[in-house]
């Protein structure tokens, strides 16, 4: 029940290509739509239209929350598709997918860089959020946007203790950190799990933040402070709402390969104005 896989094949027993929905206890009741390959012969008959339409009706019959996907933030078609479902992009993911796992595309990155979009399912569903003051614009704007019900809180307070899970991703090489509340220890915290990700020899740190609880600001803050990069957010899981941040060990982050469209294009540059803005703080 973690991956529900698919073929679609032709009269003729030919297979045009594959896809999948993924489940994670990280994002429960939000899969991703995933694996998603179709065969050269068989390009150009929108069927990667065709699979995020299949992956919605199934979602719907299992009750899920939300449905992501992850286009390639150069693969314009991919973008343009989701876009048309009615996605939203909420996330711009630097450096997620290590090279040697997509070995077609080396020559392109040594990590290829993924967008985060989301489109609901649960029309009920219903978020209460404390978004961090300097981002809130773009937080309120996504939300808009997803058409996700959701009450803005402003009553920032501070953790007794912080609770925090890491955890290493070694196929990817990443450190996967998720941040339920944040305290005056989180600082601490995170310096230690920096010096562990060198030592590790992990490629990319990627940090989430809980956005549904009250020491949210104070966690977004001191990420910022330890040298973490705002990347979006990531709502919809049954968990909650996360602010993603992340960190590429060893380089700083790049906008300027990326291909985009539309609202792609918007999210791309509604981050590097606001990495601009705490540059020049």
Avoid at 25 to 38: D, G, L, R
Avoid at 182 to 211: H, P, Q, R, T
């Amino acid at each position: 029940g973690e991956i529900i896989s698919f073929l679609a094949v032709n009269d003729h027993g030919q297979i045009a290509g594959h896809f999948a929905l993924m489940f994670s206890n990280t994002y429960k009741n939000m899969p991703e739509i995933a694996t998603v390959v179709i065969r050269k012969e068989f390009r150009g008959l929108r069927l990667l239209s065709k699979f995020i339409d299949h992956s919605m009706e199934v979602a719907k019959e299992r009750g899920c929350r939300a449905v992501m996907a992850q286009p390639v933030a150069y693969h314009t078609l991919s973008q343009k598709a989701t876009l048309r479902a009615g996605f939203v992009p909420t996330a711009l993911i630097l450096g997620y997918i290590k090279a040697d796992m997509v070995k077609a595309y080396c020559e392109i990155a040594p990590r290829l860089d993924v967008f985060a979009c989301v489109k609901i399912v649960d029309e009920n569903a219903i978020s209460k959020i404390y978004p961090p003051k300097s981002i809130e614009e773009l937080i309120t704007k996504e939300y808009d946007a997803l058409g996700w019900k959701y009450e803005m809180c402003q009553d920032h307070t501070l953790a007794e203790n912080t609770v925090i899970k890491i955890a290493n991703n070694k196929n990817f090489g990443i450190k996967n950190i998720v941040l339920s509340e944040s305290s005056d220890s989180l600082s601490g915290i995170l310096k230690n799990a920096i010096e562990d990700a060198v030592y590790e020899k992990c490629e990319l740190i990627e940090l989430l933040i809980l956005l549904n609880d009250s020491s949210c600001q104070h966690g977004f803050e001191t990420a910022m402070k330890e040298g973490f990069v705002f990347a979006g957010i990531i709502p919809g899981s049954e968990n909650g709402d996360y602010i993603m941040m992340e960190m590429l060990m060893g380089t700083n982050c790049k906008y300027d390969k990326l291909e985009t469209v539309g609202a792609y294009e918007e999210l791309k540059n509604d981050l590097i104005a606001i990495a601009e803005r705490r540059d020049n703080e």
